[in-house]
């Protein structure tokens, strides 16, 4: 049975993964690293499966986050389609599907999440898509192909970005999700709405304020029935309802999880020689405090700075990652808390479509939205770290 040592063992092959590769190398030019992925694929983008792939902007030659060369020249090991089943901390050891064991010094846990899904009555048919890996995507693609309609379940990032590209490819798509508008976790209401309406007026039927009961085989289609009573008959039925951290191992191990795995400004977690990073880790933000971040600089700036201070780097992680998405025309960047439950402030320079949100709680900027409005983000992580109390008038023009 396979039972080798490494220096450095990074579980999972995602972005933060492959970002942890480069901390290390930071740090130890030398030793050996081994990532391990459940998935087949060598670490790639998440983002362009709902957004470039589609619209042609990128090819999946494109999506990989390194040349096929990189990994062998950095001195990694890639142990792909391989999933990890037990970690033991006190032995240092983590132990696969096929028993093989995996012996580290350093351990990083870049688990990522799995889409949650749908407890209703055909939640778990065939062909209903969670969408979040290439395969998903590969499926998806194919079967859009040959298809004239689809429902999306879920109207935030993920169901809104597929939805638009379901529709940019010419199919008819129904939307439901239970918000009053799309993007309800972030958008303030009237920038929600007009989005919304966006959609309608792109051909998307926007079915707000509801959610499904049942899905059921209907001849060669799906057929859902809603709360509010609708009976939705579609070719094809995505789900983009959110994730949950995969935390399981870390739990088991008796690692202190809850909303993921907890880590400390250094992103240690309980036992000093285990990091975690990424969509897993909760994480201790010194600006605006404990929280686990979903997004694509997240994973980008935290695997890489777990993976230097595993090689010894003993920095804090300080950093207020952003997020970006693209929703037909309308484009945005945000950073920094974008909780539509805070106070918000827009200054526009064109209603709904060009300027910048600005989030508040206390008189002090937590997150700030840049809609159709590119390379601001520095500034608004500057206004979010400067930490000063402001009135929200004060801030028109503070970001153009
Ligand atoms: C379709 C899509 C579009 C997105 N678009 C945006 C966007 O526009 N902007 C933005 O900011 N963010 C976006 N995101 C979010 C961003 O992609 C994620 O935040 C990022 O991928 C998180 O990276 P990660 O490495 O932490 O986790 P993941 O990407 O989830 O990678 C974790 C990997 O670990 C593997 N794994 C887990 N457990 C085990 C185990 N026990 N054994 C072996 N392997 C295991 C998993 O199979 C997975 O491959 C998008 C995500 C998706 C799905």
């Known amino acids: 049975m ?7 063992v990074v579980l999972g092959a995602g972005l933060a993964a492959a970002s942890a590769v480069e901390g290390i190398r930071l740090h130890d030019s030398s030793g050996s690293i081994v990532l391990i992925g459940a998935e087949q ?34 001195g990694v090991e890639l142990q792909l389609g391989t999933s990890i089943l037990a970690l033991d901390p006190a032995s240092h ?8 064991i995996y012996r580290y010094r350093k351990l990083l846990l870049a688990t990522g999440g799995t889409p949650r899904r749908l407890s209703i009555p055909g939640g778990d048919l065939d062909g209903v ?4 890996m290439v395969q998903d995507y590969k499926y998806l693609r194919r079967a ?19 939805a638009a590209a379901l529709s940019q490819r010419g199919l008819r798509v129904t939307m439901v999700f239970p918000g009053q508008h799309l993007g309800s976790r972030v958008f303030p209401e009237s920038l929600g709405r007009a989005i919304t309406a966006e959609y309608r007026a792109k051909g998307v039927e926007v079915v707000a304020g509801d959610r499904p009961l049942a899905i059921a085989r209907h001849k060669e289609a799906y057929r859902t029935t809603t709360q509010g009573g609708r009976d939705i008959v579609s070719d094809l039925v995505v789900v983009g309802i959110g994730i949950e951290p995969n935390i399981q191992l870390a739990q088991a191990a008796g690692l202190r999880t809850g909303n993921g795995v907890v880590v400390d400004q250094f992103l240690r977690t309980s036992d000093p020689d285990i990091y975690a990073a990424g969509d897993v880790a909760y994480f201790p933000d010194p600006v605006l405090g404990p929280r686990r971040v979903e997004h694509w600089d997240n994973a980008l ?25 693209d929703l037909f025309e309308f484009g945005y960047e945000a950073v920094g808390d974008t909780d539509a439950r805070l106070e918000t402030f827009a200054d526009w320079q064109e209603e709904n ?24 983000v520095d500034a608004a992580r500057a ?8 009135k929200p008038n004060d801030l028109r023009g503070a970001i153009r």
């Open 383 to 390: 206004l979010i770290q400067r930490g000063e109390r402001v």
């Open 93 to 100: 050891t983590l132990r696969d599907a096929d028993s093989a």
């Open 301 to 325: 700036s935290q695997g890489k700075h777990a993976g230097a201070n595993m090689a010894g780097a003993g920095t804090p992680f300080g950093y207020i990652p952003f997020f970006f998405s």
């Open 41 to 74: 694929a060598p670490p790639y983008d998440r983002p362009p499966l709902s957004k470039q792939l589609w619209s042609g902007a990128k090819t999946m030659e494109e999506i990989f986050l390194h040349p096929g060369t990189f990994y062998a020249e950095q």
């Open 353 to 376: 479509k060009t300027g910048v949100v600005y989030y508040l709680r206390d008189g002090l900027v937590r997150g700030a939205m840049m809609c159709n409005l590119f390379e601001r």
């Open 144 to 162: 859009a192909d040959a298809a004239q309609s689809a429902l999306v379940v879920g109207g935030g990032f993920i169901g809104s970005e597929i």
């Open 2 to 8: 396979r039972d080798h040592s490494y220096p450095y």
């Open 129 to 132: 898509s969670y969408f979040r």
